[in-house]
């Protein structure tokens, strides 16, 4: 029997289309020095050695191993697994055989016993066995990306294990309008036969939202609406492969399947073997939101909408707005001072939607009207934002919270803020066009608040931290 070699496809982040190399480096763990980049797309490369990083890197739990490749120019180093795919007769390295081209970090590798030399003669079977843990996939990889599953990777920095284009500077859109609302249609009653704790799906969307029988905009609609509130059994989580590259869930309705895009829900339960992390903050305000915009800044921009460098939740003016579930620390709170009771937008003081001068002028709160900033250190993070923050170049990271536009500010600065205090009431203060919450999230090295501007290169989808 011929045996197939193992090798090594560079697929680098999927994800992220402008990462065109990865770097390879000196040893098994990104501490080791970078001994050149490889392009995104060099195929066949032969496999020499694989090694779990050797100081325990890891994504949600599950150790990153370090492929040692050899290049056609006769060099070789070590590239890490979420960056590769592979393929052929990987026993030697723990994978099995892999008959199908498969993404290197979705493998389980088993513990490879070193070989009992015998003396002599040599032993009739070797010592170790074929693995039969490999899964054999009979269709391409599942994107079950570490890199990635918590969200479309924002503006640099990202991972430190890929070399990006040079950041380029997003500009400053903080206060993204909304669009007008209506009032909140009543909520349907809870679908029965869910059991507890199964992975669901919460419909968000102000009204009625439309699915697709697939996963992604290319697909045909149903012509099914699910209402909001709406609870369906969630099945199964796929990125769309185009465009925006969200994810896309899987519903059950009485048993009929429906695809729906991942902005339009929220999530309940263990939906860790979705790929979902199932520790996420939870939304500020709770129930009683919907969604409006989501994150929109490069290199996942969708052209024909605006920057928008954080999260638009609807509601009625005054819904109430919590801090997160283990406390946190108030490093501003800002009164808007041009912000009136009865005309408490720039719109509404003859300003257009987004006019520069409202970014500049702190009488409006740089647009962002009366906002809290809150800290929430490293030790208050989800495990699954901890390991993001690792990967994205903050190990040990802290994040800090804006919460814009709001109506009346329940803390001052310096509070130390109890699980789950409420913090604020959603409002229309500053540039907003209609009562909504503008959630943006920032990540910092340095626990000490040195001002908004100052951490921007922190800037993250806030799906990072909170549940939609
Ligand atoms: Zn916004």
């Known amino acids: 029997m011929s045996i197939s070699p193992f090798l090594a496809y560079i697929r680098g982040l999927p994800e992220t289309p402008s990462v065109i190399e990865i770097n390879i480096r000196s040893g098994p763990n990104s501490s080791y020095g970078l001994l ?14 694989v090694k779990t990083d050797d100081k325990g890197a890891n994504f949600q739990g599950k150790a990153y191993n370090w492929v040692l490749l050899q290049f056609p120019n006769g060099q070789s ?10 393929s052929g007769d990987g026993t030697r390295f723990g994978y099995g055989m892999v008959f199908v081209r498969t993404f290197a970090f979705a493998l389980q590798r088993q513990p490879v016993v070193p070989p009992v030399v015998p003396a002599a003669p ?20 599942a994107p079950v990306a570490p890199v990635g599953v918590v969200t479309p990777p924002p503006a640099p920095p990202a991972s430190p294990f890929t070399v990006l284009p040079s ?22 009653a809870p679908t029965p ?25 290319s697909f045909n609609r149903t ?7 709406g609870r369906y059994p969630l099945l199964e989580v796929q990125r769309e492969a185009t465009g925006q590259q969200y994810r896309w869930f899987k519903l059950n309705q009485n048993g009929q399947f429906l695809w729906i895009r991942e902005d339009l829900v929220t999530h309940e339960g263990d939906t860790t073997a979705l790929g979902l992390p199932s520790d996420l903050y939870p939304s500020p305000m709770k129930e009683n939101y919907w969604w409006v915009r989501g994150w929109n800044i490069a290199p996942t921009k ?33 009164q808007c001072v041009k912000c009136t009771a009865d005309r408490p937008s720039t719109l509404m003081n003859g300003y257009s939607l987004g006019d520069p001068s409202i970014y500049t002028d702190p009488g409006w709160g740089n647009g962002y009207g009366n906002y809290i900033i809150v800290r929430y250190t490293h030790d208050q993070l989800p495990a699954s934002t901890r390991d993001l923050l690792a990967s994205r170049g903050f190990p040990g990271g802290h994040i800090f919270v804006m919460y814009a536009h709001l109506h009346t500010r329940l803390v001052e ?10 913090i604020s009431t959603c409002g229309n203060t500053g540039n907003s066009e209609a009562t909504h919450l503008h959630l943006e999230i920032r990540a910092s090295r340095s626990a000490d608040f040195t001002g908004w501007a100052t951490i921007r290169s922190g800037v993250m989808d806030p799906v990072a931290l909170f549940r939609r």
């Open 36 to 49: 050149f980049k490889a392009p995104v797309g060099t195929a066949n490369l032969p496999v020499m050695d």
């Open 77 to 86: 180093g070590w590239a890490r697994d979420d960056l590769l795919e592979v």
């Open 122 to 141: 040599p032993a009739p079977a070797p010592s170790v066995a074929p693995q039969s843990a490999a899964p054999v996939p009979t269709a391409p990889p």
């Open 167 to 188: 950041a380029p500077v997003a500009p400053v859109a903080p206060a993204v309008p909304v669009a007008p609302v209506a009032p909140v249609p009543p909520a349907p």
């Open 193 to 217: 036969g869910v059991p507890q704790g199964a992975p669901t799906a919460i419909i968000k969307t102000q009204g009625a939202a439309n699915t697709r029988t697939g996963p992604g905009s």
């Open 223 to 229: 012509g099914i609406t699910l209402p909001r509130h």
């Open 302 to 334: 969708d052209a024909s909408l605006p920057d928008h460098d954080g999260w638009d939740q609807g509601a009625a003016t005054g819904e109430p707005m919590y801090g997160g579930p283990k406390g946190g620390l108030v490093v501003k709170s800002f």
């Open 413 to 422: 600065t310096g509070a130390q803020l109890a699980p789950g205090q409420q």
